[in-house]
C-alpha cells in the first residue's frame, strides 16, 4: 500500500514535471518566435532605412498623392500612413498665381521639355523660379515626383534649392530660387553677353560644376546619376555661381552598384556618352562625360551639337582633340580672353575636358580625381586618349566616328531627344 503511494505520488511527481517542463518550453517558445518576428520587423525597417533606395530604374514610390498633397509615404510600426514628415513645404495654387500674375507671358522665364518656368514674387517679397508641369505630360508628373523626392533629400550650394511644390487638380508646380543670372547657355553662347565671361568666371563655374557634381555623386547620402548635365541646367546666382539644376531625371543608385541600363535613352545630343546613347548603360561616368563636354563648352564658347559628321569644324570634340595633338589647343579660345590667362591653367583644363570624355568609361577620371586635377597644379594628369563621340546619320541612326568590331546593333538603336531649353 506504502510502495503503490509512493509509486503514485512519484508518477504525479512526473506528471507534474512534464506538464512543468512542457508549459516551460512552450512559454520560451513563444518567447523566441516574438523576439524573432520584432527582430526580423526592425531589420526590415533597418534596412529600409538604411537603403532608403530604390532598385534602379524602379521609380521612386516614397511619395504618394494623398488628397492631392505629396506626402512622404512611410509607413509606422503598425503599418499606418504617418504624414506628418513632410520635408518639403507646400504651396498654395492660389498663391503662385498671384506671384506670377496668373502665369503671364512677361513673368515667364524659360520654357523646358516638361513646362514653362515662370518668376514669380510671393507676398513677403520673395522671387522665386515657379515651375510649372505641361498638364497633358504624363512624364511630368513622374519627373515631378522624381524631383521632390530626390531635392528634398540633396542640399549643397551648388545644388539648385527647392522651396517648395504644389499639386492642386490638373496643376502641378515646383518652387525653386530665383537665378538672377539665368542660365550658362544664356551667357556662353550669346554672341554679346559671352564678352562678359572672362576666362577667371569660367574657370570658377568649372569648379563650381565639378563640386556639384562630386556632391551628386558620393558625398550626399545617395549616389546620384544625374543624367542630363547640360549648359541650360547650369543655373548662375547673383555672383556668377554655378547651380546644378533640374533632377527630373536623375537617378539613385545603391551602395556599390555601379552601372545601370535603360530602355529609353533620354538626354540631349552632344552631352551624352556613347555608351549611353548606345546601349542605355548610365553610371557616374556617363555623367563625367557630360561634364567634359561642358568644361570644353565653357572654354570654347562653342556648343557641341555632335551632329556634324561632314566637317570635323562643328564637332567640338573632334576638333578639341585635333587642335590638342597639333600642340595649338589654346586656339579653342576666343581671342578677347585670351589676353590675360595662365596658359597652363587653361591647357590643364582642356586636358581635364579631354580625359572626361574618352571613349571608354573605365578610363575617365572620376569627379574626386577631377577636382584634384582642378585644384592642384602638381597632381599627376594623364595623357587623354580618343574622345568618344557618336555622329547622328539620320534623325535615328547613331554611330561610333570609330570603326568598332561590331556594329551589328547600330540599326535597332533609337534616341529620343528631349530638345534642351
Ligand atoms: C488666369 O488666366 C486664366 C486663362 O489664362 C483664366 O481662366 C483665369 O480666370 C485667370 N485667373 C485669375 C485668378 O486671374
Ligand atoms: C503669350 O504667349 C502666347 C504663346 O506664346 C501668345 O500666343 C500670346 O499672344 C502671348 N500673349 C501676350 C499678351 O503677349
Ligand atoms: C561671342 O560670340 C561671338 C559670336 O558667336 C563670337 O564671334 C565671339 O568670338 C564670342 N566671344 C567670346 C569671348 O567667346
Ligand atoms: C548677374 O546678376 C546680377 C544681379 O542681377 C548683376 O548685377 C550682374 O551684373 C550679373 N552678372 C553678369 C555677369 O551679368
Ligand atoms: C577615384 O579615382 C581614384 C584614382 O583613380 C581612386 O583612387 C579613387 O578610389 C576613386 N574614388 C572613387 C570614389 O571611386
Not at 495654387?93 to 515667364?108: I, R
Not at 515631378?144 to 528634398?152: C, T
Request: glycine share 6%; proline share 2%; aromatic share 8%.
Amino acid at each position: 500500500m506504502t510502495k503503490s503511494s509512493k509509486n503514485s505520488s512519484s508518477s504525479n511527481n512526473k506528471v507534474v514535471k512534464l506538464v512543468g517542463i512542457t508549459i516551460g518550453s512552450c512559454v520560451v517558445l513563444i518567447f523566441l518566435i516574438i523576439l524573432f518576428h520584432l527582430m526580423r520587423k526592425k531589420l526590415q525597417r533597418l534596412k529600409k532605412l538604411e537603403s532608403d533606395i530604390p532598385a534602379p530604374e524602379k521609380r521612386v514610390k516614397d511619395f504618394i498623392l494623398k488628397d492631392g498633397v505629396v506626402v512622404p509615404n512611410k509607413r509606422d510600426y503598425y503599418g499606418e500612413t504617418k504624414t506628418d514628415e513632410l520635408e518639403l513645404p507646400l504651396f498654395d495654387f492660389m498663391t503662385l498665381v498671384m506671384a506670377t500674375n496668373n502665369f503671364s507671358n512677361s513673368s515667364k522665364l524659360g520654357q523646358g521639355g516638361f513646362g514653362c518656368v515662370y518668376k514669380g514674387t510671393l507676398k513677403e517679397g520673395e522671387v522665386v523660379a515657379v515651375k510649372r508641369l505641361s498638364r497633358i505630360s504624363e512624364q511630368g508628373i513622374e519627373e515631378l515626383k522624381n524631383e521632390v523626392q530626390l531635392i528634398a533629400k540633396l542640399q549643397h550650394r551648388n545644388l539648385v534649392r527647392v522651396l517648395g511644390c504644389c499639386i492642386e487638380a490638373e496643376e502641378k508646380l515646383l518652387v525653386y530660387e530665383f537665378m538672377e543670372n539665368k542660365s550658362l547657355d544664356m551667357f556662353l553662347f550669346d554672341k554679346e553677353k559671352n564678352v562678359t565671361l572672362s576666362w577667371k568666371i569660367r574657370l570658377e563655374i568649372i569648379c563650381g560644376i565639378a563640386r556639384g557634381i562630386l556632391y551628386l555623386h558620393q558625398d550626399s547620402r545617395f549616389k546620384v546619376i544625374h543624367r542630363d548635365l547640360k549648359a541650360s541646367n547650369i543655373l548662375l546666382d547673383r555672383q556668377m555661381n554655378a547651380k546644378i539644376s533640374d533632377f527630373g531625371m536623375a537617378r539613385i543608385f545603391g551602395g556599390d552598384q555601379n552601372v545601370a541600363k535603360t530602355k529609353k535613352v533620354v538626354g540631349t545630343y552632344g552631352y551624352m556618352s556613347p555608351e549611353y546613347a548606345m546601349d542605355g548603360h548610365f553610371s557616374t561616368k556617363s555623367d563625367v562625360f557630360s561634364f567634359g563636354v561642358l568644361v570644353l563648352e565653357i572654354i570654347s564658347g562653342k556648343k557641341n551639337t555632335g551632329s556634324c559628321y561632314t566637317s570635323s569644324q562643328h564637332n567640338l570634340l573632334r576638333q578639341t582633340w585635333t587642335l590638342w595633338n597639333e600642340g595649338k589647343a589654346l586656339e579653342l579660345l576666343d581671342e578677347s580672353i585670351r589676353a590675360n590667362i595662365f596658359e597652363n591653367e587653361v591647357l590643364r583644363c582642356i586636358q581635364i575636358g579631354l580625359l572626361c570624355v574618352q571613349e571608354h568609361p573605365e578610363d575617365r577620371p572620376n569627379m574626386s580625381n577631377i577636382l584634384l586635377l582642378l585644384s592642384s597644379e602638381i597632381a599627376q594628369i594623364s595623357l587623354p586618349k580618343y574622345p568618344g563621340f557618336f555622329i547622328r546619320k539620320r534623325n535615328t541612326e547613331t554611330e561610333f566616328s570609330r570603326i568598332q568590331d561590331d556594329l551589328r546593333s547600330i540599326n535597332e538603336i533609337t534616341v529620343s531627344i528631349l530638345h534642351g531649353r
